[in-house]
Antibody, heavy 119, light 108 residues
Framework: QVQLQESGPGLVRPSETLSLTCTVS?????????WGWIRQPPGKGLEWIGT???????YFNPSLKSRVTISLDTSKNQFSLMLTSVTAADAAVYFCARGAAGSTWYDCWGQGTLVTVSS | EIVLTQSPATLSLSPGERATLSCGASQSVSRNYLAWYQQRPGLAPRLLIYDASSRATGIPDRFSGSGSGTDFTLTISRLEPEDFAMYYCQQYGDSRATFGPGTKVDIK
């Protein structure tokens, strides 16, 4: 069964860049599906950040597009998120997940990783 | 951007009862591309329903989805103890996927 696991710093300073990696097990990310990032501020709802296809095409939430990069590393079976110029509003639990298209449902999720923004 | 609303915000029921959760969209959801997720505290969301009415793999048949256009419903026919959780709808008919604010199903 496919498994996803987020990793990265739990604390990021304001104005700096948030970088997270999702490691996928039991499925080759270059074989198919789309790979996405979703976030959830503590005690709040879910926000779609963006998705990358197995071929490298990417799709982003317009409200975050100017600050977001999502990339694939097929040699490590990982995909990554970079979010620049973070503020307190970017503090959240960040989930990686598997989807079926650029804008899609997500059927497999990582456990999530909490990112705090503070100096 | 398609804005989703969910009602009620909280639903207080007893085990064995039927739960009916609503999700409304600010405009018609293309191809009824609407999903439902369950989220228990401290865990990731779990896909229950996609394409408005298709049950995801491994989801018990007490969960069902219906609706079209701007009005969608998730029904849990008989609540089990593990069903008391938060439920979110999500539309993906638009190039920008959006989620509703959630309905909390708690024990009465």
């Amino acid at each position: 069964q496919v498994q996803l696991q987020e990793s990265g710093p739990g604390l990021v300073r304001p104005s700096e860049t948030l970088s997270l990696t999702c490691t996928v097990s039991h499925y080759s990310i270059s074989s198919g599906y789309y790979w996405g990032w979703i976030r959830q501020p503590p005690g709040k709802g879910l926000e779609w950040i963006g998705t990358i296809s197995h071929g490298g095409g990417s799709y982003f939430n317009p409200s975050l597009k100017s600050r977001v990069t999502i990339s694939l590393d097929t040699s490590k079976n990982q995909f990554s998120l970079m979010l620049t110029s973070v503020t307190a509003a970017d503090a959240a639990v960040y989930f990686c997940a598997r989807g079926a298209a650029g804008s899609t449902w997500y059927d497999c999720w990582g456990q999530g990783t909490l990112v705090t923004v503070s100096s | 951007e398609i804005v989703l609303t969910q009602s009620p915000a909280t639903l207080s029921l007893s085990p064995g009862e039927r739960a009916t959760l609503s999700c409304g969209a600010s405009q018609s959801v293309s191809r009824n591309y609407l999903a439902w997720y369950q989220q228990r505290p401290g865990l990731a969301p779990r896909l229950l329903i996609y394409d408005a009415s298709s049950r995801a793999t491994g989801i018990p048949d007490r969960f069902s989805g219906s609706g079209s256009g701007t009005d969608f419903t998730l029904t849990i026919s008989r609540l089990e103890p593990e069903d008391f959780a938060m439920y979110y709808c999500q539309q993906y008919g638009d190039s920008r996927a959006t989620f509703g604010p959630g309905t909390k199903v708690d024990i009465k």
